[in-house]
């Protein structure tokens, strides 16, 4: 699931990743004339990386100021293993990407594992005279530091925290209850988007996740409490979620009845506000946990109303 959060995450966010990231980069970037997720692309040259699951795989193409085309690879370690290979892949990548389409290519490797010793950065070759020094960009969750982080306003630093946090807190449901409430005050109250606070609640509630339904309501009802303003018809999209996922004190007594077929309607309900505010299918199918039958199912309600 992790590897699936920072795809989108990536992908919606992206300028303030690269600038997150790669600042230098970001700065020679011209994002007005837009950018592309070259997937295919990516899938093209490295077919493996369909195959694991430990690692994500982005490819963009992006415009600098003087109007030349640059691609950047971005490669995440997910799980976060130790791969004696590793540095051999990434220049793979780089040699691969660049003999089939000539660009010029910036990587960069995010690594999420809890191994501070892990970080490599390089991959050299020498036979014989014949030598090789290919060095890409590292950024450790594990080493960074967390005042830093939290004085950082760019939407990325608070990923970089959930992620952070998720390694060191484990299991223990009071320090994620804390840690969460923490980074949702954060995205709430901070001068974000609509779209960026969305994008980054489901990132902080995917990646730091709350096991104790009791412990999901308190976070719920104390996010309540930052209503206010423009953070009302924010926090209105979420209640659908938060509906499905036990946090409203509500639900309580809806499960009382208890009767499936009352189930279903009430999913199908939250489905059609869900998609009526602007949320893709993928995300409906995400927040609420339903299938795509259902999602039709409900669709086909509202046309036939």
Excluded at 16 to 26: E, I, K, Q, R
Excluded at 31 to 36: A, L, N, P, R
Excluded at 150 to 168: C, I, M, Q, S
Excluded at 237 to 245: P, Q, S
Aim: net charge negative.
């Amino acid at each position: 699931m992790q590897d699936e959060n920072w795809k989108k995450i990536i992908e919606s966010c992206f300028e303030d990743f690269v600038y997150f990231f790669l600042p230098d980069l970001a700065n020679e970037i011209d994002f007005k004339k837009g950018y592309e997720f070259l997937d295919k692309e990516l899938q093209k040259i490295a077919p493996e990386a369909e195959e694991k699951k430990r690692y994500v795989d982005k490819l963009s193409k992006v415009y600098l100021k003087d109007g030349q085309e640059k691609w950047v690879l971005i490669h995440i370690e997910v799980q976060g293993y130790r791969d004696e290979n590793f540095s051999e892949r990434m220049f793979s990548y780089f040699y691969r990407i660049y003999d089939r389409y000539k660009k010029k290519i910036a990587a960069l490797v995010i690594f999420t594992d809890d191994d501070l010793n892990y970080e490599p950065n390089q991959y050299q070759y020498d036979f014989f005279g014949t030598k090789l020094d290919y060095k890409y960009r590292t950024y450790k969750i594990k080493n960074k530091n967390e005042v830093d982080l939290l004085k950082d306003e760019n939407p990325f630093a608070l990923v970089v925290l959930a992620t952070k946090y998720a390694l060191e807190i484990e299991n223990n449901e009071e320090q994620k209850l804390k840690f969460k409430l923490k980074l949702m005050r954060l995205l709430l109250e901070r001068g974000y988007s609509k779209k960026e606070i969305r994008d980054l609640f489901i990132f902080v509630d995917s990646t730091i996740k709350l096991t104790d339904v009791l412990k999901q309501k308190i976070l719920y009802d104390e996010l309540e409490k930052l209503k206010g303003g423009r953070m009302v018809q924010v926090m209105g999209d979420f209640e659908e979620v938060a509906k499905r996922r036990g946090w409203i004190k509500g639900v309580k007594e809806g499960k009382k009845e208890g009767r499936k077929e009352g189930r279903k309607e009430e999913k199908m309900n939250s489905i059609i506000k869900l998609l009526d505010k602007g949320f893709s299918e993928e995300e409906v199918i995400e927040l609420l946990e339903v299938d795509e039958e259902l999602i039709k199912e409900a669709k086909n309600k509202v046309e036939n109303d």
